[in-house]
Every structure is written in structure tokens, then in C-alpha cells.
């Protein structure tokens, strides 16, 4: 069973909202997945069967390649290629979506997601929510894993910096659709994507609340709490919607 925070997501935010630097606070109006967008493409996947589009994600279709080349077999990432198994379906489908409108940049993600069909997206991104994996993460950037420990449980008021735990869940395996699982994730996606919130290369976060935090951490502190996040169980599949 997916053991979830069902509602800790909405107090964990505003808290978040409270200690961010006022420019973060600011919503980017022009952005095509607003706060809610998660729970509405969740809604939607569960109108897919998954199984559909199995051979999409493990074989790929025509000019798309498949997610397995990539992610691996059984969607557990490989250095900078994220860990897709165990996201939400919700936050998956939000992604892809984001990489389709330019919202999100990264070339090799915008080609995939640019040829996808919307059921497609919603198809993939429940394939890999239900998917279940055993963690192929390990600590590897040099971080000082009882510094990513404390920001990842207690996080840094000094600084301004929630625990990741507060919006994350308590076991980093996410809350709802839209705040992702970190635990298991490979630590230098984790790290790259730490610093693409800093230097705005990615921007899609509901509310802006990475970047305020990304800003407040120093690359050693993206290092730590990146390389603890790894070392930690990874996630259960997602309960099937339909049961």
C-alpha cells in the first residue's frame, strides 16, 4: 500500500509560502500547469489502462524513443536520467506536459514529449506511478549525509529552508499528486535539478516554492541533501486508481 500523507500537502505549502523570499512567492500566471494540474491529470490517467502502453515505454513507437532506453527496464533512472518508478501518475503526466509547452527545459525530454499524444502521456505517467523498484541510488557526490539528514528532516531555519519531509512526506516518498517522491532519486538528478531551480532553468514548480529553497541552499548543501535523499528505501507503487 502506498502509505501517503492524503491532505499534508496543502498546510506543508502555505508554511513553505510563509518563509519564502517575497519575490518567490509570485506565481507565474503564463505557466500552463498551475497548482492543481497534478490532481487533474491523475483524474484523467485513471480513465487509462496503463497496460496499453507498456510496449510504448519499454520498446518505443516510430521517432519516439522508449522510456526503458533511458530510465532503465524497470524505471529506476541511472545517473543524471531520473527514477520515473513510484511517481505520481498525477506529477509524471505534469511534467511531460510542461516539457511539451517549453515550460520545462531539457532537449531530449522536449523531443519525446513533443511527439506524445495526451493519452499517452497520462498513459506512461500511470505505467510508472504503478510501477514498483528497488532502489539503484546511492550516495556519490561527497555530501555530508548527516547535513543532508538534518535538511531533510528538520531542514535550516537559519536560512529559511523547510525539511523536505514538510511537503515531501515523511518517508520522501511524496504527498498527493503533485509534491514527487525524492527518496531513492538518483542524487545527480536530484543535484542538477537544485541548481536548475537556482539559475531558473527549470521553473515549474506549483506556488515557485523550489526556488526560494534552492536559492537559500549552497552547492554543499545541494550535494548533502541530495546524496541522502539517494540512500533512502524507494518508493511503493502507486495504489491502481481503479481498485
Not at 485513471?46 to 522508449?66: C, F, I, K, N
Not at 524497470?74 to 543524471?80: A, D, L, P
Amino acid at each position: 500500500m502506498n502509505m501517503k500523507c492524503p491532505s499534508a500537502w496543502v498546510p506543508a505549502a502555505l508554511l513553505l509560502m510563509l518563509a519564502l523570499p517575497v519575490g518567490a512567492q509570485e506565481v507565474d500566471e503564463d505557466l500552463p500547469d498551475e497548482s492543481y494540474a497534478a490532481e487533474i491529470y491523475a483524474a484523467e490517467a485513471a480513465e487509462v489502462d496503463p497496460a496499453e502502453y507498456a510496449t510504448l515505454a519499454r520498446e518505443g513507437q516510430g521517432d519516439v524513443w522508449s522510456c526503458a532506453s533511458c530510465h532503465g527496464a524497470k524505471g529506476e533512472g541511472n545517473g543524471n536520467i531520473p527514477r520515473l518508478a513510484g511517481l505520481s501518475s498525477g506529477y509524471i503526466a505534469k511534467q511531460l506536459n510542461a516539457y511539451a509547452e517549453g515550460v520545462r527545459i531539457n532537449h531530449n525530454m522536449q523531443y519525446v514529449a513533443d511527439k506524445l499524444t495526451q493519452k499517452e502521456m497520462l498513459g506512461l505517467a500511470r505505467y510508472y506511478a504503478e510501477m514498483e523498484a528497488p532502489s539503484a541510488a546511492e550516495a556519490e557526490l561527497g555530501g555530508d549525509l548527516e547535513r543532508g539528514r538534518e535538511l531533510a528532516n528538520h531542514g535550516d531555519w537559519d536560512i529559511e529552508v523547510p525539511a523536505c519531509y514538510s511537503c515531501h512526506g515523511s518517508s520522501a516518498w511524496g504527498v498527493e499528486q503533485a509534491f514527487p517522491s525524492l527518496a531513492a532519486q538518483q542524487p545527480t538528478y536530484t543535484y542538477a535539478q537544485l541548481a536548475a531551480w537556482t539559475d531558473g532553468r527549470r521553473k515549474n514548480s506549483p506556488l515557485m516554492l523550489m526556488q526560494g529553497i534552492a536559492h537559500a541552499l549552497s552547492d554543499a548543501d545541494k550535494r548533502a541533501v541530495a546524496d541522502y535523499l539517494a540512500t533512502l528505501p524507494a518508493p511503493p507503487a502507486e495504489d491502481s486508481i481503479n481498485e
